[in-house]
Nanobody, 127 residues
Framework: QVQLVESGGGLVQTGGSLRVSCAAS????????MGWFRQAPGKEREFVAA????????YYADSAKGRFTISRDNAKNTVYLQMNSLKPEDTAVYYC????????????????????WGQGTQVTVSS
């Protein structure tokens, strides 16, 4: 069993930066591929980024490439999403997810049925 708790969301102006974190507990963190997803009001949840178990490989949605960076610290059981050059369309609830069997691309392409999800953290980008 894995518990995921996101933090670090908030209100930021267009062009600003924010880092959200996801702390995991309850099992071997390094055994899980980790990902970030987001859901804006009235829209479906969408994939943002994923990182491999070791942290050596990453995978991004087109909307995140060049602006967002996913990273993890297995010693701290934490995954991060650094978001730069934020836009109003990045406004959403950001969720982290963990999966024991999927790789980073599979997490992005087929996000249904992932093993664990956090409760989400709100990110609001003002124009």
């Amino acid at each position: 069993q894995v518990q995921l708790v996101e933090s670090g969301g908030g209100l930021v102006q267009t062009g600003g930066s924010l880092r959200v974190s996801c702390a995991a507990s309850g099992s071997t963190f390094s055994s899980y591929t980790m990902g970030w997803f987001r859901q804006a009001p009235g829209k479906e949840r969408e994939f943002v980024a994923a990182i491999s178990r070791s942290g050596a490989s990453t995978y991004y949605a087109d909307s995140a490439k060049g602006r967002f960076t996913i990273s993890r610290d297995n010693a701290k059981n934490t995954v991060y999403l650094q978001m730069n050059s934020l836009k109003p369309e990045d406004t959403a609830v950001y969720y982290c997810a963990a999966d024991r069997t999927r790789g980073i691309q599979a997490m992005g392409v087929v996000p249904n049925g992932l093993d664990y999800w956090g409760q989400g953290t709100q990110v609001t980008v003002s124009s």
